[in-house]
């Protein structure tokens, strides 16, 4: 059952390549529909909740040893919503049809690379994961071949072809040490010595990570990438890409591998402060709209390292809850702001105002993923980050609380900036014409918007259903 998570879109890439191009190009659209919503069904149905089945599962697939629980299931919903949701607003902003089935393969290519990096129980296989990802993500970010485009993806090409370099490095140290790449022989070999090459292996793995998912100070694609590439492959990166290859690939191992080391955790906790703080501070400053929540993306993985950086149960379940979060909320106004580009052909935030107006779904979409962003009951960021916020001052760590909730202010007060710029204030001239985003993007919004209501509004059943679970997975 698991592998058929690779398999349906590997198959998928197989038959809209191998089929006759003009009805290929046409139904490419539905046809990854279909795969990524078979995806989200698939993930349920093998959740203890609505079928009788035991959580953790192992499957095989060519030998791999693939394996789903608590955390890889609320993974593979995110990557399935956020592709829904970057496909829908792809349809809309990529005009021409040749295009168009570029980016599809593309983007059914990076789920097969993130899928197999949240069921894959060996670290090398991990890696392969990783580079597919990687690989389709820079094609993506320079699809349009703009000139800011490839310098964005040249960027991202060249710091993770760094962060590959360590990543091998650590590896091929692990190997040395275990004499195999599978996480439990690892995490064996690991418990039975501890000498200076471990612990530089390790070093070398959360570097790798750090910059692959855009932590301070390795963020300086992050700005870049995300504000030069297409509208819907920023939804993807800002959604889920990001989080996926660096942020939940570092819970992972951490949790099933390395463990917490004191040292560990107060590095973690350094990095989610200076990214916290240094996003937030960053994200005020912008007059672009999608730089501006590149930045605010910075500032909330910033949360995430912070919560899992406390290493107790409530702040790795705060942390893990708000990386579906994030996915959902940030995707929700990166489509936002591909509905207001297709309208007015910029995200110059100068050139706006009172877009709400003219723009009732995307202006009401947009204040509810700006006030879930900034933390404000009921909505589902507020209950992520309150889980983070007293799981830092649980532990002792007062002062990150402290930070996490002034940044969190900081956070409110940029996306007002946004919103007043964007969507409130009097309606130029020039805008006077324009009307709502096409149905395929407003859908999308509506769909995010709906998951942060109801993730909010029914936060104790999703803490007992999804979330509570995660603590029989945390190494003591």
Known sequence: MLSLLILVPLIGIVILNLSARAPARRLAFWFALLIFISQILLAACRHPVLWNVEM???????????????????????????????????????YDEKELFKFVNLLIITSIGMNGIVLVKDIFTLYIFLEITALASFVLIA??????????????????????????????????????????????????????????????????????????????????????APAAVSVLLGGIVTK???IYTLIRLLIAVFGFDPSLKTILLALGALSIVFGALAAIG??????????????????????????????IAGAIF?????????????????????????TDMNK??????????????????MLSAAGVPPLAGFWSKLMIIVALWQSGSKTYSFIAIMASVITLAYLLIMQRKVFF?????????????????????????????GSGVFFPLVFNKFIAPIQELIIR
């Open 143 to 228: 699809l349009e071949k703009d000139r800011n485009a490839i310098e964005g993806s040249f960027k991202y090409l060249i710091l993770s072809a760094i962060a590959t370099i360590m990543l091998l490095t650590s590896i091929a140290l692990l190997f040395m040490v275990s004499g195999s790449t599978s996480f439990e022989a690892i995490r064996q070999a690991l418990n039975l010595a501890n000498n200076n090459i471990i612990l530089f292996a390790i070093g070398l793995f959360v570097c790798g990570l750090a910059i692959k998912g855009g932590l301070v100070p390795f963020h300086a694609w992050v700005p870049d990438a995300y504000s030069s």
């Open 56 to 94: 953790k599962q192992i499957d095989t697939f060519f030998k791999v040893s693939l394996s789903m629980d608590q955390i890889s299931f609320i993974m593979l919903l995110c990557i399935g919503i956020v592709s829904i949701a970057s496909l829908l607003v792809a349809r809309h902003t990529i």
């Open 244 to 246: 996926t290859v660096g």
């Open 425 to 453: 204030g009097k309606l130029s001239i020039e805008n006077e014409n324009i009307d709502e985003a096409r149905i395929g993007i407003s859908t999308a919004s509506i769909m995010l918007a709906v998951i942060i209501i």
């Open 322 to 346: 708000h990386i579906f979060n994030h996915s959902i909320f940030k995707s929700l106004l990166f489509v936002n702001s591909a509905a207001v580009e297709t309208r007015l052909g910029t």
């Open 352 to 369: 706006m105002g009172g877009l709400s107006s003219k723009m009732p779904i995307t202006g009401t979409t947009s204040v509810i993923g």
């Open 286 to 315: 912008q007059n672009d709209m999608k730089r501006m929540l590149a930045y605010s993306s910075i500032s909330q993985v910033g949360y995430i390292i912070l919560g899992f950086g406390c290493g107790t149960f409530l702040g």
